[in-house]
């Protein structure tokens, strides 16, 4: 995953090298979480299972797991991009940059890794988006559901 041009500064100057070592050398090109092989092309069921096309069916963290039957097989999902590895950080600053505070990752296991600072992030995007509305524009009016449907009542209730 690309760095963003306002974030470069906080990464090391050897972060290529530091990011090849943890991918390659310490995860032996695999995910750490799930086991994805890097470059692989996924073929995933509705259920998690997945397979890089070695005929070893695994479970969402990797474990072996049994096959799946003719029906579950014709649902299943092919990725349309390989697997590519990311070196992320397990506290969310890259000023951390410590081989123990990196792991490699596949997109999925990195998107679940960072969810919580994602959904923080969407919180003070959105507070903020208000914050300018209300400088720019004055007080935003709360947002007004429409009133629930009328309760219907028994003809014997009073």
Not at 1 to 11: N, S
Not at 67 to 88: F, S
Not at 118 to 134: E, K, M, T
């Amino acid at each position: 995953m690309p760095i963003r041009p306002e974030m470069r500064r906080l990464y090391p100057a050897d972060w290529t090298s530091i990011s090849h070592a943890v991918r390659f050398g310490r995860a032996g090109g695999q995910c750490e979480y799930c086991g994805k092989p890097h470059g692989a092309r996924i073929v995933q069921l509705r259920d998690g299972r997945w397979t890089a096309g070695d005929g070893q069916w695994r479970d969402r963290g990797g474990k072996p797991a049994k096959g799946p039957d003719m029906l579950a097989y014709g649902e299943a999902k092919t990725w349309r991009r390989p697997v590519v590895l990311a070196c992320c950080h397990v506290r969310h600053d890259p000023r951390e940059s410590e081989p123990g505070d990196l792991v490699a990752a596949c997109g999925a296991c990195h998107l679940r890794l960072d969810r919580e600072w994602h959904r923080r992030q969407r919180w003070v995007n959105w507070r903020s988006r208000y914050a300018i509305g209300d400088l720019l524009e004055g007080l935003y009016e709360t947002l007004r559901l429409p009133s629930p449907l009328p309760v219907r009542r028994s003809m014997g209730a009073a």
